[in-house]
């Protein structure tokens, strides 16, 4: 029964859109060489670099850190089977076609065709235009 316990000492992420590579290194426990050999094995690790050429980590990648870590430290995976985990786990959260469209009101309209309410918004400026001319 080691799950329980090892799943509350995970650490609280603060709530910050950018993460230096020493505040993530300190969040997981880890060294600043570990993330950066991390970053060539795990191709969806790639945090954002400023323009001075720091590395800015966002949550997400926070979070995926502290997977990884979990994945290889506690699961005692090799970098590999971590990486097969976490690449079958994205594809399966990726719907495919086929899958069943999802329901209204859900985050599905957030991407619904913008076409029709272009098309109106059109037909209202050239009719403006007109009243213009």
Known sequence: MLEPALEERRPEIPDKLYFRIGEVSRLAGIKPYVLRFWETEFPSLGPKKSGKGHRLYRRKDVELVLEIKRLLYEKRFTIEG???????RTRESVPRAGDPAPKKGGQGDLFRDPAPLLSQIRKELTDILELLD
């Open 82 to 88: 971590a990486r097969k985990f976490l690449d079958t």
